[in-house]
């Protein structure tokens, strides 16, 4: 069964220093999301993408953060300034319209 | 707004018994779909089973129902013959057409052997 690939699977950086987590969606899916969840907590929307742009975003989505599709497959997440708060599980997921999203396996990111 | 709420933040069961999961959520739309995600300790959100609004009969994949009473708003998850791999935190969510899934508090299901 097709999946939706998120790399690294674990990332470490130090605060202030940008980090790009990376993931393949499925190659039928038309709608691509950003998703993170703070340990413990509920999992938290953070932007939406549709024909190679923003189509909704949250109010958590502030100018520290940026997606990118730069190649048609590759969907990316960019953070430009990590604060220690960034410090979550970050799962990419993509869909259709009318059917449940396939989430990947989620990078966590921890940020010291 | 779209809000989920589970109210039951954790729950405990004999395995091989069965175990029903609250949802209710709030929506001004009439076309919508719901859902039940399951996360084992790995983390990784998996599709348990999903409902679309518009169809009246309940959900059912293999031990995992759903009773989906749309007027009251409610969307129950049903687990049958409890099994020690069921133990995970399971989350419900909401979504209108293509739009973000809206997800619950989430409920901590532990399986007593």
């Known amino acids: 069964e097709p999946e939706v690939t998120q790399t690294p699977s674990h990332q470490v950086t130090q605060m202030g220093q940008e980090v790009i987590l990376r993931c393949v969606p499925i190659?039928?899916?038309?709608?691509f999301y950003w998703y993170r969840q703070i340990l413990g907590q509920k999992v938290e929307f953070l932007v939406s993408?549709?024909?190679?742009?923003?189509?909704?975003k949250s109010e958590i989505f502030d100018d520290q953060f940026s997606v990118e599709r730069p190649d048609g497959s590759n969907f990316t997440l960019k953070i430009r300034s990590t604060k220690l708060e960034d410090s979550a599980m970050y799962f990419c997921a993509g869909g259709g319209t009318n059917y449940g999203y396939t989430f990947g396996s989620g990078t966590r990111l921890t940020v010291v | 707004a779209q809000t989920v709420t589970q109210s039951q933040p954790e729950m405990s069961v004999q395995e091989a018994e069965t175990v029903t999961l609250s949802c209710t959520y709030d929506?001004?739309?009439?076309?919508?779909?719901l859902f039940w995600y399951k996360q084992p300790p790995s983390r990784q959100m998996i599709l348990v089973i999903r409902?679309?609004?518009?169809?009246?009969q309940n959900a059912t994949e293999n031990r995992f129902s759903v009773n989906f009473q749309k007027a009251a708003k409610s969307f129950s998850l049903k687990i049958s013959d409890s099994q020690l791999g069921d133990a995970a935190m399971y989350f419900c969510?909401?979504?209108?057409?293509?739009?973000?899934?809206?997800f619950g508090q989430g409920t901590r299901l532990t399986i007593n052997p």
């Open positions: 409902q679309e609004a518009y169809k009246q």
């Open positions: 190659s039928n899916h038309l709608y």
């Open positions: 993408f549709y024909n190679n742009e923003i189509s909704e």
């Open positions: 969510a909401s979504r209108q057409g293509a739009q973000k899934l809206v």
């Open positions: 929506t001004s739309e009439s076309d919508y779909y």
